[in-house]
């Protein structure tokens, strides 16, 4: 026997081995089942603790839930407060339209038109036949072709002119601008509209 267990003790190691781990695993797999059948012994159940637990149970399903209650109970107010605040709006409305019917139409005034600055006065007319404009020193062909063509034509015209009246024409002078007070053609053209000769050429030199 102990000659075949020497021989085997390879063998014999393993079965041993295996033994103890199949021992093991049973002995857990029942202490397992025991904690298990406790744990299910301890819990309680409703089918087990008699008549009291299902009473209460059913009780409680029976019960109205607290916000059914809630509502049931706050129903009648909240549904009477929203007609009372319909009705006060339907009422303003209509107080609102008869008001705007009872109102006369409002009648809207044009606005007033923008005041207009009355027009500068024309340069006199020229009566008779056209003077030679070019008679009036520093005024020369070209001034006077332009001054035609501004409808100035006479001394006379000149003579009359205001000092608005300058403002315009030289505006309308280009290169020009500056002469008629520079080289005052007012003051010629009133000597030469009155044919003092002798005056103009005392101011202002020979002809």
């Keep these: 026997m102990l000659e075949v267990i020497e021989a085997n003790w ?6 041993l081995l295996i033994g103890l ?14 904690k298990l059948r406790e744990r299910r012994e ?36 909240i549904m009477g407060g929203i007609g009372e605040i319909a009705g006060a709006a339907a009422a303003s409305e209509v107080a609102d339209a008869e008001a705007a019917e009872s ?40 001034l006077a072709t332009l001054l035609q063509s501004l409808g100035v034509t006479t001394y006379a015209q000149i003579a009359a002119w205001s000092e608005e009246d ?23 053209a009133r000597l030469l509209s009155a044919g003092d000769t002798s005056g103009y050429e005392a101011k202002f030199g020979k002809l």
């Design 10 to 15: 390879l063998a014999f190691l393993l079965a």
């Design 21 to 34: 781990v199949v021992a093991w695993w049973l002995f857990g797999r029942a202490t397992r089942a025991e």
């Design 42 to 77: 301890r819990r309680p159940d409703v089918l087990d603790e008699g008549a009291q637990p299902a009473q209460r149970n059913q009780a409680l399903i029976d019960a109205p839930s607290a916000t059914a209650a809630a509502l049931g109970g706050s129903g009648p107010p």
């Design 103 to 142: 109102e006369p139409p409002k009648v809207v005034q044009p606005a007033p038109l923008p005041t207009q600055e009355p027009p500068a006065p024309a340069p006199a007319e020229p009566e008779g036949e056209a003077d030679d404009l070019r008679r009036i020193k520093g005024l020369g062909p070209k």
């Design 166 to 188: 300058i403002d315009r024409i030289d505006a309308q002078l280009g290169a020009f601008a500056g002469r008629p007070r520079r080289d005052n053609w007012v003051e010629q």
